[in-house]
Each structure stands twice: as structure tokens, then as C-alpha cells.
């Protein structure tokens, strides 16, 4: 990352943009936030950092730790803290909001547009196509987390456990998150050298300045103080917000009811999502499919390679999880009505504790400055993550280059393995040629899916 040149006080505006111009830029952020969280990252930096200058570099990277911390996306949470920051909790929830309404409305039309074209020919080419482009993405994110994450032998061995145990044992990825927590806290105080702390996003002592640091240098930012009434007042407020409807539809529909499921399920996911989306795909992708039979391996991959062609975070995946949970169990209600409230539903889970933790946290952010045993933990969970993301690559590559998995005895355990008869040539080429495409020529996302969806229909078409 550039270095700025250095800012004096003078030379900034000493008041803060009003909410309604903070208000256009995250709008424009909002439908601009393609290419996953470090494109996302990108985007606010231009716009906040290097352009405006309403908050300094170091604040920025620190507020980025910060968010690397905490689970769920990011690059959302990232907005939502900066616009807590400037404007309080209306600027975090006008922040947060505009990051996610442009995709999870695009989202929301492609997910009804696949439940009632998905079997015309050529929109099956195209998902056809964007299955194997889809792998190869997930590939290019594993081996990208890998090089930051596997800095030594320690850090190689858990992400392989990691993998086993997802893999051979169907470990659930809560208990793995939390095991490669401990074995790093445990790490660093037997040896400190091994599991030291990891490199941040950037260098900490830069001198870049903007209008939150002076601001914050002047003692004007009076909500950024911690206050043990104001976080109880934030527990009583958000935590309600969050499982109130959870716990409403439990009384309404019964405990096994797919509102039931898809509450209780979604709230679990937004506690344990530590590394981004592609870790808690692994868990969410086999529970959707295998376990509640929301859908079909194919479709989750389908829904996967639409949430990369649409801004905002990546996890709005599970929106498309939960649209087709409520449209295959909809009771009483039209099955688009009830596919629509699966995935709002799945929304509100998803990212009301987004808001949480930063509002909560926020104020006292400062604390974990230092804290070299909670980042030994943090770079052990992202060790194992590693793993989650290769067998999440696994998973949809058996699944999409072989019509057929059977399982397979193996020590005493029986893991799904493919049927070798069942090879869809078509399927293998494209996978290859996607992953040439961005592992060797270092094609981007966005040319990747196009070039194997237009692929994927010439293919269907020529050898049905």
C-alpha cells in the first residue's frame, strides 16, 4: 500500500463531512464493492483515505485489525466502524446498510430468476460454466490466505488437521475455529517464537492524517470513549434485535420449522465465522445440503458464482441459501413469498450482529492493541481456515467434474469419493482452463466467470 505524504491539522477541514454527504459516498461504495473483501478494502481506502482524507492511514489499518478480529465480513464491518466513527450509530448503520441493500437486492432478483429459468438450456449452460470458474476462485483464495497464513511448520500442521478433520471426521467448524484458537493461546506461551504474532495489513507509525485523528487528537469525538453503561445499553438493545425473531418464529412455526431452522442455523454461522466466507462455506454448504436438504451441491455452487458477480459482501451467498429453503418449505405462503422471507430472514441473522460487535467493541478497540496472545490464537484460526478452504475446494470439485459419490471405507470411516465412470469431460476441461486462466495468467474474477459461462453454453450445446 502507497504511503501518503504527511497532513497537517491545517491543511484539513476541522469538521467531519455532514451524514447526508457521508451518506452519498457509502452509497457510492455500496454499488461499487465488487472483487471480494481486499477489492472492498481497496475501494474504501481510495475513497476515505486517499481522496477525502476523513480518516488517517493508521486509523484506518488499525480499524481494519480490528475488524480481522471479529467474525463475519470484514469489509462491512469496516464500514460500519468508520461511519460509526464520524457520525455515531446512525452513520455505522447508514454505513453498514448501503454496503449490503445494492447486493442483497441483486441478489434477491437472481435467486427468483434461477428458481424459474434454471432449467431453460441456456441459463443451465451458463451456471454450467460458472460452476468450474467458481472453483477455481476458491482455489486462488485458499492458496492466497495460504502464503499469509502457513508461516511455518506449526501453522502447515494445523491447517492439514483442519482439513482431516472437516474432511475424514465431519468435524462441525465451530469446534474446529475454537481448537485452533486454543492450541495458538497455548502456542505462544510455550513457545513464543513459533507462535509469535502475525504481520498486520500495513506499517502502524505512518503519519498519514485526516479528519477523525484530528478530531480525536481534540477530544471532540465524545462517543468513542468507553463506558460500561453504554455497553450494556448496546447489549440490550442489539441482542434482542438480533434473536427476537428468532425466538418469535420458534413460538409461531415450532422448533423443526425451516423459519426455526434457518434462524437458529444463520445466528450459530454469524458467531463462528472467523476467515472470511469461503471458511464458513465449507460448513454452511455441506449442513444446507446434507443435513437440512436445503438444496443441491450444484446449487450451492451455483449460488456461490452469483454472489461473486454482485457487490457486497460475499457472504450474501447464504441469502440465496436461505431464498431456497423458504421456497421449497413454504407452508401456507406463496413459495416466492416464503423464498423472499428465507432470505431476508437469513439477512437479518447474518449481519444484525455485525453491528453488534463493532458498536460494543468499538469503543474499547484500543485495548487489543499489543495483545500478542490473542493474535497467536487469531493466526492459528486462520492457519486452520486454510484447511476449511481446500476442503471446500475439494467438495465442489467432486462435485462439479463427477455426476457420482459414493462413500468409501476408509480407517473405519466412510468419506464421500468419487465414481470414476461418472467424469463430465466437459466439466474437467473448464476447471482447468479456469484455473490456467487465474492461477497462471492471473485473469481476474469477474473475466473468469464470463469466459466459462459463454464456454459452458458452447459445451452443453455441442455435446449435450
Same mark, same amino acid.
Given at each position: ?66 475488524c480481522m478480529l471479529l467474525p463475519g465480513p470484514e469489509a462491512q464491518q469496516l464500514a460500519v466502524y468508520i461511519g460509526w466513527l464520524m457520525h455515531r450509530t446512525i452513520g455505522g448503520l447508514i454505513a453498514g446498510l448501503l454496503f449490503i ?5 441483486v441478489m434477491l432478483g437472481l435467486s427468483i430468476l434461477y428458481v424459474l429459468y434454471r432449467e431453460v438450456p441456456l441459463v443451465d449452460g451458463l451456471f454450467f460454466g460458472i460452476k468450474a470458474a467458481v472453483l477455481a476462485v476458491v482455489v ?114 415450532g422448533g423443526d420449522s425451516v423459519w426455526t431452522q434457518i434462524g437458529r442455523f444463520f445466528s450459530t454461522m454469524a458467531v463462528v465465522t472467523f476467515g472470511g466466507a469461503y471458511a464458513v462455506l465449507a460448513y454452511v454448504a455441506q449442513a ?36 431456497? &429453503?423458504?421456497?421449497?418449505?413454504? +407452508? %401456507?405462503?406463496?413459495?416466492? $413469498?416464503?423464498?423472499? #422471507? =428465507?432470505?431476508?430472514? /437469513? !439477512? ?78 466437459? &466439466?474437467?476441461?473448464?476447471?482447468? +482452463? %479456469?484455473?490456467?486462466?487465474? $492461477?497462471?495468467?492471473? #485473469? =481476474?474474477?469477474?473475466? /473468469? !466467470? ?15
Amino acid at each position: 500500500m502507497t504511503s501518503l505524504p504527511p497532513v497537517n491539522d491545517a491543511e484539513i477541514r476541522p469538521a467531519l463531512p455532514t451524514l447526508a454527504q457521508a451518506t452519498r459516498v457509502w452509497a457510492r461504495i455500496g454499488l461499487l464493492s465488487f472483487g471480494g473483501p481486499a477489492g472492498q478494502i481497496a475501494l474504501m481506502h481510495k475513497e476515505l483515505v486517499e481522496e477525502r482524507r476523513w480518516i488517517g492511514e493508521a486509523r484506518f489499518l488499525h480499524a481494519l485489525n480490528y475488524c480481522m478480529l471479529l467474525p463475519g465480513p470484514e469489509a462491512q464491518q469496516l464500514a460500519v466502524y468508520i461511519g460509526w466513527l464520524m457520525h455515531r450509530t446512525i452513520g455505522g448503520l447508514i454505513a453498514g446498510l448501503l454496503f449490503i441493500l445494492p447486493g442483497a437486492v441483486v441478489m434477491l432478483g437472481l435467486s427468483i430468476l434461477y428458481v424459474l429459468y434454471r432449467e431453460v438450456p441456456l441459463v443451465d449452460g451458463l451456471f454450467f460454466g460458472i460452476k468450474a470458474a467458481v472453483l477455481a476462485v476458491v482455489v486462488e483464495a485458499g492458496l492466497r490466505i495460504s502464503r499469509r497464513a502457513l508461516k511455518n511448520r506449526a501453522m502447515g500442521a494445523i491447517a492439514v488437521a483442519a482439513f482431516v478433520a472437516i474432511f475424514l471426521f465431519k468435524a462441525p467448524f465451530p469446534a474446529i475455529i475454537l481448537a485452533a484458537g486454543l492450541i495458538g493461546w497455548a502456542g505462544h506461551r510455550l513457545s513464543p517464537a513459533v507462535f509469535g504474532a502475525q504481520a498486520g495489513h500495513g506499517a502502524a507509525g505512518t503519519e498519514v492524517t485526516g479528519i477523525v485523528d484530528v478530531l480525536f487528537a481534540r477530544g471532540e469525538l465524545t462517543h468513542v470513549r468507553p463506558s460500561t453503561g453504554r455497553a450494556f445499553r448496546t447489549l440490550a438493545l442489539w441482542l434482542p434485535l438480533w434473536l427476537a425473531p428468532v425466538a418469535l418464529l420458534w413460538l409461531w412455526s415450532g422448533g423443526d420449522s425451516v423459519w426455526t431452522q434457518i434462524g437458529r442455523f444463520f445466528s450459530t454461522m454469524a458467531v463462528v465465522t472467523f476467515g472470511g466466507a469461503y471458511a464458513v462455506l465449507a460448513y454452511v454448504a455441506q449442513a444446507a445440503v446434507e443435513t437440512y436438504g436445503w438444496l443441491q451441491a450444484g446449487e450451492m455452487i451455483d449460488g456461490l458464482g452469483l454472489a461473486e458477480t454482485t457487490p457486497g459482501p460475499l457472504i450474501l451467498v447464504l441469502q440465496f441459501v436461505g431464498f431456497l &429453503a423458504g421456497f421449497r418449505a413454504p +407452508g %401456507a405462503l406463496p413459495p416466492l $413469498l416464503a423464498g423472499g #422471507l =428465507g432470505a431476508l430472514l /437469513t !439477512l437479518w441473522v447474518t449481519f444484525a450482529p455485525c453491528f453488534l460487535w463493532i458498536f460494543l467493541g468499538g469503543p474499547y478497540v484500543e485495548a487489543l492493541r499489543g495483545n500478542r496472545a490473542l493474535s497467536a490464537a487469531l493466526g492459528a484460526i486462520t492457519a486452520a481456515v486454510v484447511g476449511v478452504i481446500m476442503n471446500l475446494a475439494l467438495w465442489f470439485g467432486l462435485h462439479v467434474m463427477f455426476r457420482e459419490l459414493r462413500p468409501v471405507a476408509f480407517l473405519g470411516l466412510a468419506p464421500d469419493w468419487p465414481v470414476w465412470a461418472s467424469l463430465d469431460w466437459r &466439466a474437467a476441461l473448464l476447471c482447468a +482452463g %479456469a484455473m490456467v486462466a487465474m $492461477l497462471r495468467f492471473k #485473469l =481476474g474474477m469477474i473475466p /473468469t !466467470l464470463a469466459i466459462c459461462a459463454a464456454a459452458g453454453v458452447v459445451l452443453t450445446r455441442l455435446a449435450p
